[in-house]
């Protein structure tokens, strides 16, 4: 029989592994944050000024998951401390200089997020980081949580302990392509039905507008299946915060393609006519894959939206003061040098001028069909 308190040889190895610069005492952040907090040198494209923190817990053993287009993935080949998270360095920080940055950059920061891993510790340790965050800052705290390892009373504890909004990763809005991409079809253990557990039992703790699912374009779910999702959670007050995939270097999906910049911004365009009661979906029609064709809206509609350049912004959590987006994640869904997919920043006349061009808006809006308007082409549309 198993003895109570037994510790394997493995086992033991793996806990002093995670003791090397393991969370909670050290947390992996963003260029983009290490920056912003000053502990890098430099300085972003068009000087923008990051007010939202992401942080990531860090253990040598990893992430458990194993999800095909994620760097962290247990089976992409490199040690977890050398692995990158949407192809960038993630610096590991002692977790007590973060805070004494944070709390000293107060008045300059909108939000902190702890991102979380599948590892057995992630609860307890994300726990006390918020402990201590809590006792010296007070700018607002998001989690984006790892379901696999929460239950009601763990979700309960965080708002407790002055967590103010909950992320839930889905990435895929559909369980078929959940299970192709994180759950069984790359053994990677994570289950669809656990994760709208979490999800729900976040909305119910949290309340209205302070739980928010990642999605991503371009893992295989099609246009009206990211627009179908948009409106079921928006009838919950839960938000979607789009990403668009970018293949990380040796992951499952190194080879795959990206969401073409048309279809990018056609998503972006609807979600937030959507969202904003601008439209419903029956004005929006598909092909047989579920592709966006054509859309029957107002022209002057489409030119407030696309005037306003909220569309194209990052979906993100807000900043408390301004409601504006705080957590903007700079080349988080393309690279130094490309086109701004999302913007981090909101588009400037020059940016909204380049993004009319980009929503060839002649080929798929009624409205702007006329002279110069034609029929859809089917690279619009193929590399979903
Ligand atoms: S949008 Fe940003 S701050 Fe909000 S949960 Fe996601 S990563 Fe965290």
Redesign the pocket.
Known sequence: MKQRGHRSPAREKVQAADAFHASPDYLRTSQAAALSMRFVAGRFHRDIELG?I?VLLNYQSGCHANCAYCGLARERPGAYEEKSFIRVDWPVIQTEQIIDRMDSYQHRMG?F?I?QVVHRRTHEDTMEIIRQYRKRVTVPL???VAPPVLNRERIQEMKDAGVD???V?LDAVTEKVFDRRRGKGVQGGLVWRKYWEVIEMSREIFGPWKV?C?VLVGLGDSDRDILQFTVHVKSRQILA?LFHFYPEPDSRMARSRRPSLLRSRKIQLLKYLLETDKITLEQISFDKKGAVIEAVVKREIVDQAIDSGLPFMT???PDQASGMV??T?PFGSYRPGEPFRDYPLLPTEEDRGQIRRQLRLSRWLDAYRGAGGSAPRKDDYGNS
């Open positions: 939202g992401n939000r997020c991102s998001s989690v984006l909004m909950i992320g990763g928010n990642h915060y979906n993100g959590c705080s957590c994640r």
